[in-house]
């Protein structure tokens, strides 16, 4: 059974609208800086396996294809997580941006 949070009912209107924000808005700020994180994360793991293989012919290419079908995923996200890491290696600890920001800026070109 999911586990509720105990919630007062704001007493004004005011009340609402804060409540609401840091439920609602700063809880999607959290989820958005999760995904940014695991992004980042499996960016690092693919690429750190490249690395160590790539004395084997051919073998970087073939890395994603296969582990997306094992995953039961499309490749192209794990490509953005490999270019995001690649393109983007040091974040500062409070970026404004978010993955979706991340996502158009990979697809920019110079």
Do not use: N
Not at 43 to 63: C, T, W
């Amino acid at each position: 059974m999911a586990e509720r949070a105990i919630v007062t009912t704001p007493k004004t209107f005011t009340d609402l609208v804060a409540a609401v924000r840091e439920t609602l808005i700063a809880g999607q700020a959290r989820i958005d800086r999760a995904y940014l994180e695991s992004y980042r994360a499996t960016g690092f793991l693919i690429d750190a396996h490249i690395l160590a293989f790539k004395e084997r012919a051919g073998y970087g290419e073939k890395v994603i294809p296969q582990l997306a079908e094992a995953l039961g995923i499309g490749d192209r996200l794990l490509y953005r997580c490999l270019r995001f890491v690649r393109e983007y290696p040091i974040l500062s600890g409070r970026t404004e941006l978010g993955w979706s920001h991340y996502r158009v800026l990979l697809d920019v070109a110079d």
